[in-house]
């Protein structure tokens, strides 16, 4: 018995291998907890959280933010304001047009005394059917027959001033209605107290009539000559 006991060990010689302590589970774990954090530290350190940085550094972004959203504003009104000037300036620049009521005629009779009375307009000869045309912009407060100017029409400007279009053969307006400079009115005629196909043209300002030669020349029409003011920069914008 003795014998079988002490030869066993040689049974195992060199066979025999120290043990070593198992690995703890536990040691593992805290180990992958350990890299993560430090993996979240260095993310942290990349991308800091908004609330890590310095005050002072978010009040220079946000003040820069709202800098440049103020200049993006005053961009935008300063484009608008240049657009409205410039819309302004052309509304202006077309209500400033003055016209020839004709595109030929030949000029007859003038302002002023003729066989004892005053002749109030000036009469400009053309065929009977050609369109005449608006000096200026205005609204059309008489469109009709109207005594000795026969078939007329009155239309009265933005400045108060008036312009009567008589013996016209037909009327291409109503009252009540907004013209600008060169929309067609009607047809030279011979209508009323006519002494042939013209168009009698008259200028009231302050209901009183004045020489439409001197006063449409003012205006940079030359009705004698047949020169209008459409050959300026404005008009031809």
Do not use: C
Not at 57 to 83: N, W, Y
């Amino acid at each position: 018995m003795r014998q079988r006991l002490s030869s066993e060990p040689d049974r195992y010689r060199g066979r025999r291998r120290v043990p070593t302590p198992p690995r703890s589970r536990y040691a593992a774990v805290v180990t992958t907890a350990f890299v993560g954090a430090g993996i979240v530290a260095l993310g942290a350190n990349a991308l800091p959280d908004a609330k890590s940085v310095n005050p002072s550094v978010l009040d220079e972004l946000k003040q820069a933010s709202i800098t440049s959203q103020d200049v993006a504003a005053r961009g935008d009104s300063g484009d608008r304001a240049s657009r409205d000037s410039r819309a302004d300036s052309k509304a202006a620049t077309e209500q400033d047009v003055w016209l020839l009521p004709l595109h030929s005629y030949d000029f007859n009779t003038a302002y002023g005394m003729r066989w004892g009375k005053l002749h109030t307009g000036i009469d400009l000869v053309a065929p009977e059917g050609t369109p005449y045309l608006a000096i200026h912009d205005g609204t059309v407060t008489k469109a009709g027959w109207f005594g000795g100017y026969g078939y007329a029409v009155i239309v009265q400007h933005p400045d108060g001033s008036e312009a009567i279009y008589g013996h016209s053969s037909e009327i291409n307006v109503q009252e009540g209605q907004q013209v600008k400079a060169g929309d067609q009115l009607g047809l030279v005629g011979n209508t009323g107290h006519s002494y042939g196909s013209q168009l009698h043209l008259e200028v009231h300002v302050n209901g009183q009539p004045v020489d439409p030669v001197p006063w449409l020349k003012d205006r940079g029409v030359d009705i004698q000559l047949q020169i209008e003011a459409i050959y300026s920069d404005a008009a031809a914008s």
